[in-house]
């Protein structure tokens, strides 16, 4: 499993880093850019806080809490037996690396960098949902997965929880 959670986490922080690179060069300061018919539209933002820019001004403090995330996957990778929790972990991990990195490496200044965000749907500029970028979007599918496992009944070691009541029924 620990080839498939790596596997993930370094395909979704090569897309997230890659595609930042890309509009960062080629459309920040143009005007937003319309894609599939308004549905999406390309705008850059340069954000100093969390979703929904909460925590702006406590960029440390989000740069400290994306550095524990990573550590406590890294951590609890060697025990990981399930492909559905490793490729949520994976895709949470690799989210988490790519604001990460923004947060370091981009200005003002290590661990208060601004992440860049260029997603906006339906409407430029957030104006119907925030403005993000490929980390955020995995961030929140791993989350989406590991939320809907844990509701299965499935845990990260493999193994499987039924209800009493179904268990019940079939004794």
């Given at each position: ?165 179904a268990a019940e029924k079939n004794s």
């Amino acid at each position: 499993m620990l080839a498939l959670l790596f596997a993930v986490a370094v395909g979704g922080l090569g897309l997230d880093i890659l595609t930042k690179v890309i509009v960062v060069a080629e459309l920040e300061g143009e005007p937003p850019v319309e894609v599939l018919g308004g549905l999406l539209y390309l705008d850059v933002l340069r954000n100093p806080g969390a979703a929904f820019s909460l925590a702006t001004g406590l960029t440390w403090l989000l740069s400290l809490l994306a550095i524990v995330v990573v550590g406590v996957i890294v951590w609890l990778a060697p025990k990981l037996r399930s492909p559905g929790w490793a490729v949520g972990l994976g895709l949470v991990l690799g989210g988490a690396c790519g604001n990460l990195v923004d947060r370091i490496f981009r200005a003002p200044g290590p661990l208060e960098g601004h992440v860049v965000d260029f997603l906006s749907i339906l409407a430029p500029g957030g104006a119907v949902w925030p403005v993000f970028n490929i980390a955020d979007s995995c961030i929140v599918v791993g989350g989406v997965l590991i939320v809907l496992l844990s509701l299965m009944g499935r845990d990260y070691d493999g193994t499987v929880h039924r209800k009493k009541k179904a268990a019940e029924k079939n004794s």
